[in-house]
């Protein structure tokens, strides 16, 4: 069963799923269990926080925002992953590592049956000094998509007369076939393990064609070579194990990210499991309630579900002259049909971004005017039901009505009378038809219990025209009906509002 958010996206993971494993952690009914990492001092971090609320955590942010830092930061916790592994010290030219300090709040039944325990780790006297504890941990960094020409350890497989003994021949199991099938959309089940040396360190595995024909790793490509090489370490963990990952799209197709992440929720389901993970793709954050979600940026964390490409506007780094964060993509398309409407503003030198959150939009706007390195100011707009506070200081401005769908419509709906044959054309009807599609507005207007839904609602019925088709129309319609109301609504903006004739200068 799959179940459609309010962002349109359909997962494969049920909502109650979800609430039950945020549920788990809010109850602590794990055996073993990273709640929070505090750094109080770590590369750009000082006194920042990441809490752990959801058994599968994306770290997302801009190249050098500090997302591998704080996977490196939960992993250290445990004893089997050295310091080094994602702390090293160069000589004299890591002179800065001096004095790193953090403390661990988690959860180890063996240690405490009843309550949560802290451990530190800090980097004095030119070395690391842990209070450990023991967890079954697995670190996926991004060289686990070289591709097996590349590795040097299975050089020795690439040669006319290599062989193995068949009893270090395995079939790959079930659960693991399963899973990669759903991630990859592929049949393994004739493909085979083999561990080439006597350890089995080093391994090689081998797939079939749909003909039957036999091929090695040295064919795959690399996105399925370290899939099905995960997926087979992930399942031989134990229950409350720790899975870590770096850049968890690497060699992945967009929809393969989406399913490897709904992968680990499930892991996390049936294991007790927990995963961090680094990304720079929107897709990983699909599967993921805002809780499981956070952004570093310059030293600041932010927890919530945003997009990517607001990132590079939180940092600075995109050429414009003014940032707008908001509540999500309604307000966000809401303030593009605003500015569109204004002939004399400079639209083009304005980057808009949802935050999906509006105590996030808030925050990234107080800090990116804070912030001394900022090329340019931002303002945030919040909903008219939020429980955020407007400033004048801070440029946080309040958008009418309580909830902006339902606002948008009734009030563009007042006006039917003269803008009925408009909405109209702009819903793709005839213009002889606004009688019959007014009709249809005001009737599913009275049956909708949810405005956020109410023009994917709409565009059913009329049609089967895409929601943002509808939202389109009414806010194109709204922005002409209420043109004091547009005005009213830049006037804060007003002395960093970039206009046509400042940008031809």
Same mark, same amino acid.
């Given at each position: ?134 967890? /079954? %941990? !697995?670190?996926?960094?991004? &060289?686990? =998509? ?6 040097? *350890?299975?050089? #020795? ?108 929720? /499930? %892991? !996390?389901?049936?294991?007790? &499991?927990? =995963? ?6 929107? *897709?990983?954050? #699909? ?115 309580? &909830? ?102």
């Amino acid at each position: 069963m799959t179940t459609l958010n309010s962002q349109g996206f359909r997962s494969e993971i049920r909502e109650s799923a979800i609430k039950d494993l945020l549920e788990k952690v809010t109850k602590r009914k794990y055996g073993k269990y990273l709640l929070r990492v505090r750094m109080q001092k770590l590369r750009g971090f000082e006194e920042t926080s990441v809490t752990f609320d959801f058994p599968v955590t994306a770290l997302v942010g801009p190249n050098g925002g500090g997302k591998t830092t704080i996977l490196g930061a939960a992993a250290i916790a445990y004893d089997t992953v050295p310091p080094r592994q994602f702390f090293a010290k160069s000589g004299k030219f890591d002179e800065s590592m001096l004095n790193w300090r953090l403390e661990h709040e988690l959860i180890d039944r063996e240690v405490n049956k009843t309550d949560a325990i802290r451990r530190t780790a800090s980097f004095t006297s030119m070395k690391w000094s842990r209070d450990t504890v023991k967890r /079954d %941990v !697995a670190v996926f960094g991004v &060289a686990r =998509t070289v591709p097996a020409n590349e590795r040097k *350890e299975l050089q #020795k497989c690439a040669t006319g007369t290599f062989a193995v003994d068949p009893n270090r021949v395995d079939s790959i199991q079930e659960p693991v076939i399963k899973a990669v099938g759903r991630i990859l959309g592929k049949d393994i089940s004739g493909y085979t393990h083999i561990r080439v040396d006597d350890s089995g360190r080093v391994s090689l595995l081998t797939g079939t064609t749909e003909r039957g024909t036999a091929y090695s790793e040295f064919h795959f490509g690399a996105g399925e070579s370290s899939i099905i090489r995960m997926v087979m370490k992930i399942e031989s963990l134990g229950d409350n194990c720790l899975i870590l990952i770096e850049e968890i799209e690497n060699g992945l197709h967009p929809v393969a990210t989406v399913r490897m992440v709904e992968y680990l929720i /499930d %892991v !996390a389901n049936r294991k007790s &499991a927990q =995963t961090i993970f680094t990304t720079h793709s929107n *897709e990983a954050l #699909k599967p993921l309630p805002p809780e499981a979600i956070w952004a570093s940026v310059s030293g600041h964390v932010y927890q919530g579900k945003l997009d990517v490409a607001a990132l590079r506007a939180i940092a600075g780094q995109i050429d414009a002259r003014l940032a707008l964060f908001c509540e999500d993509e309604f307000a966000a398309a809401w303030l593009r049909a605003i500015l569109r409407s204004q002939n004399d503003v400079a639209a083009e030198a304005i980057e808009i971004h949802a935050m999906l959150g509006d105590g996030t939009a808030v925050k990234v706007n107080k800090n990116h005017n804070v912030d001394p390195s900022s090329k340019f100011p931002s303002a945030c707009f919040i909903d008219g039901d939020s429980q955020q506070n407007e400033s004048a200081s801070d440029r946080v401005i309040r958008l009418p009505g309580n &909830a902006p769908e339902a606002f948008i419509f009734d009030t563009v709906m007042e006006k039917a009378a003269s803008v009925g044959g408009i909405l109209s054309v702009r819903l793709l009807q005839p213009h002889s038809s606004s009688d019959n599609v007014l009709s249809v507005l005001r009737d599913k207007r009275i049956t909708n219990h949810d405005p956020h839904i109410l023009y994917a609602q709409i565009g059913q019925d009329i049609g089967l025209l895409p929601e943002s088709t509808v939202r389109d129309a009414f806010l194109a319609t709204w922005v002409e009906a209420f043109p004091e109301q547009c005005l009213a609504l830049l006037e804060p903006l007003k002395g960093i509002l970039p206009m046509l004739a400042e940008s031809e200068q």
